[in-house]
């Protein structure tokens, strides 16, 4: 596993090369000890996988609020997604600033969102399936969301959005007083 910094602190890509051979491929989906200094003393509680069939598809932007906040580790086991991280950390650097990547089944890439980091993605290919590890239980009263089309995000999603929930659909827009989540 090699790990890649990127322009958020603590949003990191972690890039996997598979062993492929005549039979297929196989690679390390994750390991605490080659992780550990991005885990800093968290442990993984809780993982999720989700599938979405439509391209065009968005689901999020997602995350929790302390005391209940999280990190993920997301990959892509199957299709492709274009994958976001959004700083919404209150005295950040990078304060709504966006980090973005293709994850895929091929890439075997994995994305490492931290506490305060909202998460959100774009189906790339039909019958696109995400794996999360979380570092903490999913808690519904801690729940926080952003709305993708969101013009001071101003994320550049690759497609036409073709598939929004209702959900994700009614996040606020970021009003001109947030000043982030204090972690």
Partial sequence: MKIVAT?????????????????G????AFCDRELDSLLQGETI????VSRTEAVGA????HFQYPPHAEMKLIRCLKGRVWDVAVDLRQDSSTFLKCYQAELSADNAYMMVIPQGCAHGFQVLEAGSE????????????????????D??????WPLKVTDVSTRDSSHPLLSEDFRGVVL
Avoid: M
């Fill in 25 to 28: 491929s196989f690679y390390r």
């Fill in 7 to 23: 322009p958020i602190q603590g949003v990191y890509l972690v890039e996997t090369t598979p062993f492929q051979d005549e039979r």
């Fill in 45 to 48: 509680c809780q993982v999720n």
């Fill in 151 to 156: 013009p001071k995000l101003n994320i550049s």
């Fill in 130 to 149: 995400l794996l999360y590890l979380h570092t903490a239980y999913y808690e519904p009263k801690s729940e926080g969301g952003i709305r993708y089309s």
């Fill in 58 to 61: 968005i689901r999020g932007l």
